[in-house]
Every structure is written in structure tokens, then in C-alpha cells.
């Protein structure tokens, strides 16, 4: 599946619901643990989601030219 608004939106709306209505006594711990959370969900979604595809078209292999396209992953 491609990167999804809808997708990624629920993710991060889960991630911050995590620290809605709590009570922190370190506030400054909380903030930082809620911005790992936020950047978890944005890492999850491109790694889970993303497509690279790289066209062919003026890459050589060797001296064969390539045709084409090439799709993988982000990891």
C-alpha cells in the first residue's frame, strides 16, 4: 500500500491519544516521550508504506542499457 493520509492520521491520532488527560510530574519527560511517540508513527508508515520506484530508462548495466522500472521497499 502506498503512504495513506488516512492511514498515517489514525497512526499519529493513536500516538498522541496515548497522552491525552494524563498527569505528569515530569512534564519536560512527557514531551519528549510523546514526540518519539509522533516520530514511531511517522517512521512506521514510510517503512511500512512507502514504494521507491526508480525507472530504468538511461541506466546502464554494464553496456547493456536498462529498461524498465525498479520498485522496492524503504527500509
Known amino acids: 500500500m502506498a503512504l495513506n493520509?488516512?492511514?498515517l492520521g489514525q497512526a499519529l491520532y493513536n500516538a498522541a491519544s496515548a497522552f491525552n488527560d494524563g498527569?505528569?510530574?515530569?512534564?519536560?519527560?512527557?514531551?519528549?516521550?510523546?514526540?518519539?511517540a509522533i516520530a514511531?508513527?511517522?517512521?512506521?508508515?514510510?517503512t511500512?508504506?512507502?514504494?521507491?520506484k526508480v525507472?530504468?530508462?538511461?541506466?546502464?548495466a554494464g553496456s547493456?542499457?536498462?529498461t524498465g522500472e525498479a520498485?522496492?521497499?524503504i527500509q
Do not use: C, M
Not at 23 to 29: H, L, R, V
Not at 40 to 46: D, L, Q, S
Not at 55 to 60: F, M, R, V, W, Y
Open 23 to 36: 498527569e505528569y510530574p515530569q512534564i519536560e519527560d512527557a514531551r519528549k516521550a510523546f514526540w518519539k
Open 40 to 46: 514511531e508513527a511517522f517512521i512506521n508508515h514510510i
Open 64 to 66: 547493456n542499457p536498462v
Open 71 to 73: 520498485t522496492g521497499t
Open 48 to 52: 511500512g508504506s512507502g514504494i521507491v
Open 5 to 7: 493520509k488516512d492511514v
Open 55 to 60: 525507472p530504468g530508462t538511461g541506466l546502464n
